[in-house]
């Protein structure tokens, strides 16, 4: 990593210097009216702004996204199985370059000059992290390369993808041998492993459960409760095993976030430019374009986190059922994904019960109250029970059970209240030191991002990125929460006592847990980042007369920011020294 200059860090400095600035033309909030004067219906201005930035950023978040082509013909070997391959004639073999498929083990390689003596030359390793991924053998030291025969045996019961032989000048060598699906898809070799062709960081683990879901395989990962992965397996299903495959859903999810958020600021702040502005700067946050572009599991729950509180907010403004049954029913199918929705629900029994003590205080009966409450008992723990428990259907099918009766049986039963057991205890153990691990005080500030990927090239340029804020969101959406808490409490103001409660839902339960944490955990509280930036936008919109300049010059310095850290966003290759002299701006940014 090349050394910073003092140089680096003047870009920060001067980033927090707009941002302190944006904040000195924030009106005095001790005595500002709280009333919005924007009309919050939807019209043909909102669709057309809105419009704009779905296809600006769709058109971002699928370039480079991954290849749409990958070995999808699979050798099935036994444990103990052989394959021969002829090359036809004595050749050196500087290169033997495989395509994992499922299950963990490896391949002994032995070559053959003659097809009787042969020598151990090469080891396939398909170890758990290294499934669906283009790898490269490792030879034994003092092997000889040079043979016409290669025979290659699985120590394990495991599919094979592809393998191809390459000479010194990277060359494919031709062969054959009696597993064809081994070699029936040499056209697609690459020069070398990528994040293009193949999985990184939890794809290992969440693609590769997306793909056993369809295949009817029971699951490998099982940290996580099913639905998120099912809902991978849709991008699998509709383009193939590949890269594109695979993250075809998260960027879809990501897309789809933004009308969600924009509808969600609409009916806050009213007006066209508070809700542009505050989903501009969504949309490009470096988290959000990062995270919903690899197959995990958390652009799902941000989504479902979304929706759930769209519709609280709407049932608190309308006090229409529909709209809380919605919000619970999201909430069900968010935590079918991950349990991080819990946090979301607790926030939204909050806001609920808070609105519910005021209807009561206003007049309210208490037989109205009690009606609520087994409302909310039917739509925020029955159905999502509900969800939850059949989210597991495809453990069910993989086990053997079939039809809907499996559903009331005691083997589906034990999979689920089994599973639930396992994932508590996986995720209070996990503990272990990770060089990008980092804890909920230092995402506030984008201390310690999380690196997902890193690949040097010899020519002195680079492929990586991370997950983390964007400066603007982090640094700046921080620092609005402060006046929205002053409103909150000492003004009465609901709108950011939702703000407020949404975002201490999503991040105080990372206080209190102790197991080893990443960047990515605060991916749910960039929602209420970003709400508390409309909160300022629309006061200023409000109460001061130069506010579009605030406004509009925040959002524009948070795409510029973009645009600056894309190459560590997006993994474009770049010079390694230049990029580090440029985007490191603090010395735990691992770039």
């Not at 000479?167 to 597993?179: F, K, M, Q, R, V």
């Amino acid at each position: 990593m090349a050394n910073t200059s003092w140089l680096t860090y003047v870009f920060p400095v001067i980033t927090l210097l707009f941002i302190l600035l944006f904040f000195a033309g924030c009106p005095h909030i001790e005595s500002v009216s709280l009333k919005s004067a924007g009309k919050r219906r939807f019209n043909k201005r909102d669709l057309l702004v809105l419009g704009l930035i779905v296809i600006l950023y769709s058109a971002v978040a699928f370039y480079n996204l991954g290849d749409k082509t990958a070995p999808e013909s699979f050798q099935h070997f036994e444990s103990g199985e052989s394959t021969v391959l002829d090359l036809g004639e004595c050749r050196d073999i500087d290169d033997i370059m495989f395509y994992t498929g499922l299950n963990a083990g490896s391949y002994t390689v032995d070559f053959s000059l003659d097809g009787i003596s042969w020598q151990e030359s090469a080891l396939l390793d398909q170890n758990y992290a290294a499934l669906f991924k283009w790898e490269s053998a490792d030879f034994i030291d003092g092997a000889d390369k040079y043979t016409r025969y290669i025979r290659i045996t699985a120590n394990e019961e495991l599919y094979l993808g592809e393998l191809a032989l390459k000479n010194a000048e990277g060359g494919l060598i031709s062969y054959t041998c009696d597993a064809d699906r081994i070699c029936d898809e040499q056209s697609i070799v690459p020069d070398y492993q990528f994040y293009l062709n193949s999985t990184y960081f939890d794809e290992i683990y969440h693609a590769r459960t997306a793909y056993e879901h369809l295949e009817g395989v029971y699951p490998y990962e099982v940290s996580h409760p099913p639905l998120g992965k099912l809902i991978i397996a849709i991008g699998i299903e509709l383009f193939g095993m590949t890269p594109f495959g695979w993250r075809f859903s998260g960027v879809v999810f990501g897309i789809a976030m933004l009308p969600v958020l924009y509808t969600l600021i609409k009916r806050m702040f009213g007006g066209i430019a508070v809700p542009a502005c505050g989903t501009a700067i969504f949309a490009f946050d470096f988290m959000h374009f990062t995270q919903t572009r690899i197959a995990t599991i958390d652009t799902y729950a941000v989504f479902f986190i979304l929706l759930m509180y769209l519709f609280m907010y709407l049932y608190i403004e309308g006090g229409r059922l529909r709209h809380l049954a919605l919000s619970g029913i999201f909430f069900g199918i968010g935590a079918a994904c991950k349990w991080t929705c819990f946090y979301a629900g607790a926030g939204l029994a909050v806001i609920w019960l808070i609105y519910r003590i005021k209807r009561l205080k206003n007049g309210e009966s208490f037989w109205d109250f009690i009606k609520n409450c087994l409302f909310c008992t039917v739509f925020f723990v029955l159905i999502p029970a509900a969800v939850y428990y059949v989210s597991y259907f495809a453990y069910g099918t993989a086990s053997g059970l079939s039809g809907i009766k499996m559903l009331f049986s005691k083997e589906y039963a034990d999979i689920v209240l089994n599973n639930q057991q396992f994932m508590f205890s996986y995720h209070s153990g996990v503990h272990s030191e990770h060089p990008y691990s980092s804890r909920w005080y230092q995402w506030m500030f984008d201390v310690r991002p999380i690196l997902y990927y890193l690949l040097y090239f010899e020519d002195g340029t680079r492929s990586s990125f991370g997950a983390f804020l964007n400066p603007v969101l982090c640094w700046g959406g921080f620092i609005a929460l402060f006046p929205v808490a002053y409103l909150a409490f000492f003004r009465k103001d609901k709108t950011s006592l939702f703000i407020l409660i949404g975002y201490l839902a999503q991040l105080l339960p990372w206080v209190f847990i102790t197991r080893t944490t990443f960047e990515y955990h605060y991916f749910p509280s960039a929602v209420f980042l970003t709400l508390a930036l409309c909160r300022i936008f629309s006061l200023m919109r409000t109460h001061t007369k130069y506010w579009r300049a605030n406004v509009y010059g925040l959002t524009a310095l948070s795409l510029i920011l973009f645009c600056v850290f894309y190459p560590v966003l997006s993994g474009l290759t770049v010079n390694a020294e230049l990029a580090s002299s440029l985007l490191q701006w603090l010395p735990t940014w691992p770039f």
